[in-house]
Every structure is written in structure tokens, then in C-alpha cells.
């Protein structure tokens, strides 16, 4: 049973190696190297461009974004002045790129992000962003094989949908056996309890409306 410390990134003691840095739970290194495997086939290298973030570090890109030391984008991936903007009316800029810290699924050791190295262009940076992934983009194939074939190995999107909550992130996948219990599990009171005697930006506007938040930005059931 994953641990609400492990939940909000708080404990590494839920995850293994995957590879370099990389760390996931067991069951979802397992998993995803038979993905791999089968990936490698259809001559494609899969490889985790991010896997577990702890709470830290999450707290700092939070915060970061929000103080505009980190740049936001808006609904198009276009940088965003955030000067103008409320306390809220960042949050909700954020939100839509960012998880809050304690609430992201690489938290969980059952969420990564991927890519194919081998189809980025020499000198090419790697963006992380919907056009990279759609008809046209670097990797577009990859995507389409995931489409196809993740969910044989137990994996699945849980940012598909371009409405009022997080981007469509084709990059992002969810162990389901792992990522369903871990979103069955996390509350808001859990989170509040995570950023006690922390500094969270925004959190006056953000405790207000943890429970929009949640249906929104974290609640990934019924979105798929």
C-alpha cells in the first residue's frame, strides 16, 4: 500500500531504478521495460524523458512559474506575462502545464514521460510540448505506436482531453494498476496535511478551492 508521504513525494521508498536517474515503482520498471522491449521491434527507442519528482522539487517549479523566475505558457504554448495577472488567475495559468507540489502523479513512481531520442533532430532540444507529439512533429510515429500498443502493457494517457483542465500531454503516461490507486487515495485534505510548514505560492487562493482544483487538474478518471 503506497504510504501518503510516498503519495505527495515525500518518501522514495515505493521506487527502484528504471534507468540513469530514472526511478518508478517495481511493478511499473517491469512493465515498461517489456514495453520497451516490444517498442525496440517496431523500431522505435522509448525512453523516460522524466519518471519520480519528489515534493521539493515540484515546490520549487510551483513556485518558480509563479514568481516568474520559470516561464508559463498559455492554452497554446505560448509564453504568458504573468505580471498582470492575480493570484488566481496564475494558478489557473499553471495549472494547466504544472501540477501543484504533493498533488503530481511523479509523485506516485507510477507516471513517465516519453520520447524517442533517436527521431530528435541533431541540436534539437527537447520540448516536451503537443507539437512535438502530433501529425508533423519528431514524434509523431512513437505516438501513434503508443496509441496502438500501451495499453497491452497496462499504460494509458491521463491528460487527453483539451478543455478547461491540464493540456493534452501525449507524452505523459500512467501505469493504471498504480496510478488508479494512488488517485483513489490522494485528497485534499492529504495534500494540505503535505504543506504544512511549507511555502507554497498562492496557497491562501489555492486552499479556498482545493476541490475545483481536484475535479480539474488531478481527477483524471472519466477524462480518458
Not at 503506497?2 to 518518501?11: C, E, K, N, R, W
Not at 526511478?23 to 519520480?52: E, I, K, N, W
Not at 489557473?92 to 511523479?106: C, D, F, K, Q, Y
Not at 499504460?155 to 503516461?173: I, K, M, N, Q, S
Request: overall charge negative; charged content about 25%.
Amino acid at each position: 500500500m503506497i504510504t501518503p508521504a510516498m503519495l505527495t513525494g515525500l518518501s522514495t521508498d515505493h521506487l527502484v531504478p528504471l534507468s540513469g536517474n530514472h526511478r518508478l515503482q517495481p511493478a511499473a520498471v517491469t512493465a515498461f521495460r517489456t514495453m520497451q522491449q516490444a517498442a525496440l521491434a517496431a523500431g522505435f527507442d522509448l525512453q523516460p524523458a522524466s519518471t519520480f519528482r519528489d515534493f521539493e522539487r515540484q515546490l520549487a517549479i510551483w513556485n518558480g512559474k509563479f514568481c516568474g523566475e520559470r516561464p508559463v505558457l498559455d492554452q497554446d504554448s505560448r509564453p504568458l506575462d504573468i505580471e498582470p495577472l492575480s493570484a488566481a488567475e496564475r494558478c489557473e495559468a499553471i495549472l494547466r502545464w504544472s501540477a501543484l507540489p504533493g498533488a503530481s502523479r511523479h509523485h506516485w513512481g507510477s507516471d513517465l514521460d516519453v520520447y524517442d531520442p533517436s527521431l530528435l533532430p541533431e541540436g534539437q532540444k527537447l520540448q516536451l510540448e503537443p507539437w512535438e507529439y502530433e501529425e508533423g512533429g519528431y514524434f509523431y510515429p512513437l505516438n501513434q505506436w503508443m496509441t496502438e500498443h500501451m495499453a497491452e502493457f497496462g499504460f494509458y494517457r491521463p491528460f487527453t482531453e483539451d478543455g478547461d483542465g491540464v493540456a493534452v500531454e501525449p507524452w505523459h503516461l500512467s501505469y493504471r494498476p498504480l496510478a488508479q490507486e494512488a488517485e483513489h487515495l490522494l485528497t485534499p485534505a492529504l495534500l494540505l496535511t503535505a504543506w504544512q510548514n511549507k511555502d507554497v505560492a498562492g496557497a491562501e487562493w489555492l486552499e479556498r478551492h482545493l476541490p475545483e482544483i481536484f475535479s480539474r487538474f488531478i481527477r483524471s478518471e472519466g477524462k480518458e
